[in-house]
Nanobody
Framework: QVQLVESGGGLVQPGGSLRLSCVAS????????MTWYRQTPGKQRELVAT???????YYADSVKGRFTISRDNAKTTAYLELNSLKPEDMAVYYC???????????WGQGTQVTVSS
């Protein structure tokens, strides 16, 4: 079955960096758009960045210039590079795979990012 597994979260000081990974299995990874979301308690899940199957990337204004989304189809992995982290970036980060044409989507279990001094 389809599985998405995020990793790379952790505790980092403000201004620090992390790289999140989302490894996919059980699917034809290259045809899926990949999106990173984040969520904090009591708030709705927020779209952070998307990379399409064709490699086009889009970002939320709040992370533009600080975060970079990428993908490696050979490794069936999507990445989110987080730089210049701020306390307000602290959240659980989730990846989603979305096959637009078929209307299929799958979610990972999330990875916690904590930004604190």
């Amino acid at each position: 079955q389809v599985q998405l597994v995020e990793s790379g979260g952790g505790l980092v000081q403000p201004g620090g960096s992390l790289r999140l990974s989302c490894v996919a299995s059980g699917m034809i990874f290259s045809i899926y758009d990949m999106t990173w979301y984040r969520q904090t308690p009591g708030k709705q899940r927020e779209l952070v960045a998307t990379i399409t199957s064709g490699g086009s990337a889009y970002y939320a204004d709040s992370v533009k210039g600080r975060f970079t989304i990428s993908r490696d189809n050979a490794k069936t992995t999507a990445y989110l590079e987080l730089n210049s982290l701020k306390p307000e970036d602290m959240a659980v980060y989730y990846c989603k795979a979305h096959w637009v044409r078929a209307g299929r989507e799958y979610w990972g279990q999330g990875t916690q990012v904590t930004v604190s001094s």
